[in-house]
């Protein structure tokens, strides 16, 4: 019993946070006084077990990233949108999914596809800290002092959905009709669908994932992807996007 525990509690540990791995030691303690609630978390045990060794041994995480990552082609467009993942709070600079969507809207604009960059700003939490929109700014000025794209932000949006209305509006306003928009792989397609369902012509560009090898292998890979894919799945199912429409 305490070892099924004890393995439950280092899944969700790993998989959501080390708080959530805290509060389960808690209520296993407490449950341990109550026999049909021993019970209960014993086959709450056994089923986490079923599904850490369904991640670890199926290849169901590998195609659920394959089907979240929805990439078209480059290609001339009006703007390049970088859609906004997050930031380090203490020194102001972009995390590492930030980093790489910024990097990878450069590499476009470089390339020639569209003389704008669009950078999202993302909500910031605490609000003292910087936002992505502004880290990803002062990134870009010190790669281009001089010459660097044409720069816009979309500011205080705090999901996928906000950024998509905040860009029709700014698309209108600019007279823009076509656009590439970057973010991490696994949210590709949902970003995507969001952005048409706004009535913008995107084609969706995967940034690199600094996350996990691709295709993930490792358990440690198998459950970090994990958490995107559910989250995106998450997102999905609230938006009431549907996945066929892609």
Not at 51 to 63: D, E, G, Q
Not at 70 to 86: E, F, K, N, S, Y
Not at 126 to 138: G, L, M, T
Request: proline share 6%; hydrophobic share 45%.
């Amino acid at each position: 019993m305490g070892i099924v525990l004890l393995l439950l509690l280092v899944l969700l540990s790993v998989v959501t946070s080390p708080t959530a791995g805290l509060v389960l030691l808690m209520v296993c303690t407490l449950c341990g006084a109550w026999r049909p609630a021993e019970l209960a978390l014993c086959a709450l045990a056994g089923l986490s077990v079923l599904a850490l060794a369904t991640v670890m041994f199926t290849p169901l995480i590998p195609h659920s990233v394959q089907v979240d990552t929805v990439q078209g082609a480059p290609h001339r467009t009006d703007a390049i949108i970088v859609l906004a993942g997050g930031t380090h709070c203490q020194d102001g600079s972009l995390n590492s999914s930030s980093l790489a969507r910024t990097l990878k809207g450069l590499q476009l604009w470089r390339a020639g596809y569209a003389p704008d960059l669009v950078l999202s700003g993302g909500e910031t939490h605490p609000a003292a800290c910087s936002s992505v929109a502004d880290a990803a700014r002062r990134l870009v000025a010190s790669l281009y002092p001089v010459g660097g794209p044409r720069i816009s932000v979309l500011n205080d949006v705090v999901n996928t959905r906000a950024e998509a209305r905040q860009m029709r509006a700014l698309a209108e306003q600019r007279g823009w009709k076509t656009f590439l928009l970057v973010t991490s792989p696994t949210h590709t397609r949902r970003a995507g669908l969001t952005f048409r369902a706004a009535g913008l012509d995107v084609t969706t560009i995967a940034a690199e994932e600094p996350g996990y090898d691709q295709p993930p292998v490792l358990l440690g890979d198998r459950l970090t992807a994990l958490r995107n894919v559910a989250r995106e799945w998450a997102g999905m199912t609230t938006q009431g996007l549907r996945p066929g429409a892609e």
